[in-house]
C-alpha cells in the first residue's frame, strides 16, 4: 500500500498545473502490470474522475483494459462522463454489464443519455433496468428527441415551483425533498400548466426573508429554450447572455428539462475544437488515441484534395515556363509571393470563421469587414512591396524585377484578405461549413493569383 507522501497528485508544476505527471501515470501502470488493486484503488482514491479520465486517455488500450479489469466495482460513472468519446466507446465493451449499471445510476439524466448513445443494445437495456422507473421513463423519453437538439442535451432533474409560493415555502420544500439534482442553480416559477413564468437564484432565495413572494426576487435575464433547439443555438444563446441556467420546454411550452452551463461550455468547445481540426483538414473524429491506420484513413482523402489543388496551381506555373528557363530568378521569387499570400489568406479566413461561429459577422457589418481586409491586405502589401522591391534590386541587381515583385505582393495580398472573408461567408450561404472547406480554396486563391500575377508581369516587363 501506499504511504501518504506517494499518493497522486497533479503537478505542481505552474505550466502543468492539475495535469498528472509521469511518475504518477508510471505508478498507475506498475500497479496494473503487478495486478496489484489495492494500490491501483489506493492510487485512484484521491482523484477527481476528470484525473482518472485524463489517465486513461494517456496510456496504451491494453493497459486500459487491464485497469478497468483490475479496478472492478469502483469504476464511477462520472469516469465515464469525463472521457473522450472514442475512448468511452472502447471501454464499455470492456466493463462488466452490472458494473456498468451501477456506475450510472447515480448520474444525471443527460450525462445517461449522452452515455446510452455510444451503447448497443444489450448494454443499453442493462443500463436502463438499473434505474429507477421514473430516471428510466426520463432518460427514454431523451431519447426520443433529435440528436444535437436541447432535448438530447437537457437533463430531466429540474426544480421548480408554483409562481405564487413565497421564500419560505419554497425553503420548506427543498428541504424536505430527497430527490433534489446534486447540483442546481435556479428554482423555476411555473403556472398552473407547468410552463415557466420565472426563476430564482439559490443566492437570491437565501438571503431574502421568508415572506417574500418568489416572484417579486425573479431574475431579469429569464430565457426558454424549446426542446427542438439546435444545442450550436442553446450554447450560442448561454454564451451571448450570460446564462447559468435555463428551462426546456416541450411544443405545449411545459417545462421538461433545464439545461447548465457546464453543458452549454461542452458545446462550445467541441465545437471550437470542430473549427480547429476543420480548418488544417483533419477530421473532427481524430484523436490522439487513434490507431496509425485511423489517422491516415482519415487525413489522406483532405491530403488528396491539396494536392489537385497543388497540381491546379502548378499548371499555372506551367503557362510560363518559357519565362522561368529564361530568368532563372523568377523560380527562386515566385515561392515568395504564394507564401505570404498564403498566410495572409489563412489570417482573414481564420478572424472570418471565428466570426460566422459566434455570429458577430452579419450582413449588417459585412461591407465593412470586407472593406477593412482589403485596406489591410493592400498596407500589408505596399510594406512588403517596398522590403521586396530592394530584395529583388539588391539580390539580382535588377530594379524591374524589384517591381515586378512588389506589385505581385500587393495584388496577392489584396486578394488573399479580400478571399479570406469572401469566401468562408459564400460558403455558409450555401449550407458549406467554411471551417471545412474555405482553407483548401483560400489556398488555391492565392497560390494561383501570386504565381499568375508574379509571372505574367516578369513576362510583360522583363522578356
Given at each position: ?6 499518493i497522486?497528485t497533479?503537478?505542481p508544476?505552474?505550466e ?5 505527471d509521469r511518475?504518477?501515470v ?6 496494473i502490470e ?14 477527481h474522475?476528470?484525473d ?10 491494453g493497459?486500459?483494459?487491464?485497469f ?6 469502483e ?7 469525463e472521457l ?16 456498468l449499471?451501477?456506475a450510472v445510476?447515480?448520474l444525471d ?5 449522452d452515455l446510452l448513445?455510444?451503447l448497443d443494445s ?6 436502463l433496468g ?7 421513463a426520463?432518460?427514454q ?6 440528436d444535437?437538439?436541447a ?5 430531466r432533474?429540474v426544480?421548480?415551483?408554483p409562481?405564487?409560493?413565497?421564500v419560505?415555502?419554497a425553503i420548506?420544500?427543498?428541504r ?8 442546481f442553480?435556479h428554482i ?5 400548466k407547468?410552463r415557466?413564468?420565472g426563476k430564482v437564484a439559490?443566492g437570491?432565495l437565501?438571503?431574502?426573508?421568508r415572506g417574500v ?17 439546435d444545442?450550436?443555438d442553446v ?15 416541450d411544443?405545449?411550452?411545459r417545462?421538461?428539462g433545464?439545461?447548465?452551463?457546464d ?6 468547445e467541441?465545437?471550437n475544437e470542430?473549427?480547429?481540426l476543420r480548418?488544417a483538414?483533419v477530421?473532427e473524429?481524430?484523436?490522439?488515441s487513434d490507431?496509425?491506420l485511423?489517422t491516415?484513413?482519415r487525413?489522406?482523402?483532405w491530403l488528396?484534395?491539396n ?9 499555372v506555373?506551367?503557362?510560363f515556363e ?15 509571393v504564394?507564401s505570404?499570400?498564403?498566410?495572409a489568406g489563412?489570417?482573414?479566413?481564420t ?10 459577422l ?8 470586407v472593406r477593412?481586409?482589403?485596406a489591410v491586405?493592400?498596407l500589408?502589401?505596399?510594406?512588403f512591396?517596398v522590403i521586396?522591391?530592394i ?7 535588377s530594379p524591374?524585377?524589384?517591381?515586378v ?10 486578394v ?5 472573408i ?8 450555401a449550407?458549406?461549413?467554411p ?25 510583360a516587363?522583363?522578356?
Amino acid at each position: 500500500m501506499l504511504d501518504e507522501s506517494e499518493i497522486l497528485t497533479p503537478d505542481p508544476d505552474p505550466e502543468d498545473a492539475y495535469a498528472l505527471d509521469r511518475k504518477s501515470v508510471l505508478q498507475v501502470l506498475q500497479a496494473i502490470e503487478d495486478g496489484d488493486r489495492d494500490q491501483l484503488v489506493a492510487l485512484m482514491e484521491p482523484l477527481h474522475p476528470a484525473d482518472i479520465a485524463d489517465l486513461l486517455e494517456q496510456i496504451e488500450q491494453g493497459d486500459r483494459v487491464r485497469f478497468i479489469e483490475l479496478y472492478g466495482r469502483e469504476f464511477d460513472g462520472d469516469i465515464l462522463s469525463e472521457l473522450d468519446e472514442t475512448i468511452r466507446e472502447e471501454l464499455l465493451g470492456v466493463i462488466n454489464p452490472q458494473v456498468l449499471a451501477e456506475a450510472v445510476r447515480d448520474l444525471d439524466s443527460d450525462d445517461v443519455v449522452d452515455l446510452l448513445e455510444d451503447l448497443d443494445s444489450e448494454q443499453r437495456d442493462a443500463i436502463l433496468g438499473a434505474l429507477a422507473a421514473s430516471d428510466r421513463a426520463a432518460v427514454q423519453q431523451s431519447l426520443t428527441y433529435p440528436d444535437y437538439s436541447a432535448g438530447r442535451l437537457m437533463q430531466r432533474e429540474v426544480v421548480m415551483a408554483p409562481e405564487h409560493w413565497t421564500v419560505g415555502e419554497a425553503i420548506d420544500y427543498l428541504r424536505a425533498s430527497d430527490d433534489l439534482p446534486e447540483q442546481f442553480y435556479h428554482i423555476f416559477l411555473v403556472d398552473p400548466k407547468l410552463r415557466p413564468v420565472g426563476k430564482v437564484a439559490l443566492g437570491k432565495l437565501m438571503g431574502s426573508s421568508r415572506g417574500v413572494a418568489l416572484r417579486t426576487i425573479a431574475s431579469d435575464d429569464f430565457r426558454i429554450i424549446p426542446v427542438l433547439q439546435d444545442e450550436g443555438d442553446v450554447a450560442y444563446a448561454f454564451n451571448q447572455y450570460h446564462l447559468i441556467s435555463a428551462p426546456v420546454v416541450d411544443e405545449t411550452e411545459r417545462l421538461v428539462g433545464v439545461i447548465t452551463i457546464d453543458d452549454a461550455m461542452a458545446v462550445l468547445e467541441e465545437e471550437n475544437e470542430e473549427d480547429i481540426l476543420r480548418l488544417a483538414g483533419v477530421d473532427e473524429e481524430s484523436r490522439l488515441s487513434d490507431t496509425i491506420l485511423a489517422t491516415t484513413r482519415r487525413r489522406f482523402p483532405w491530403l488528396g484534395v491539396n494536392l489537385l489543388t497543388a497540381v491546379l496551381a502548378s499548371l499555372v506555373i506551367a503557362q510560363f515556363e518559357a519565362a522561368i528557363a529564361e530568368i532563372v530568378a523568377l523560380a527562386v521569387l515566385m515561392p515568395i509571393v504564394a507564401s505570404m499570400g498564403g498566410n495572409a489568406g489563412t489570417q482573414s479566413l481564420t478572424v472570418a470563421v471565428r466570426a460566422l461561429a459566434t455570429r458577430d459577422l452579419t450582413g449588417s457589418n459585412m461591407f465593412r469587414v470586407v472593406r477593412r481586409e482589403v485596406a489591410v491586405g493592400l498596407l500589408n502589401g505596399l510594406g512588403f512591396a517596398v522590403i521586396m522591391g530592394i530584395v529583388g534590386l539588391i539580390w539580382f541587381g535588377s530594379p524591374l524585377l524589384g517591381a515586378v515583385i512588389a506589385a505581385a505582393m500587393v495584388i496577392n495580398l489584396v486578394v488573399a484578405g479580400l478571399s479570406g472573408i469572401v469566401i468562408p461567408v459564400v460558403l455558409e450561404k450555401a449550407g458549406v461549413d467554411p471551417a471545412l472547406a474555405a482553407g483548401t480554396f483560400v489556398t488555391t486563391v492565392t497560390d494561383v493569383v501570386g504565381f499568375f500575377a508574379f509571372l505574367g508581369l516578369a513576362s510583360a516587363v522583363l522578356l
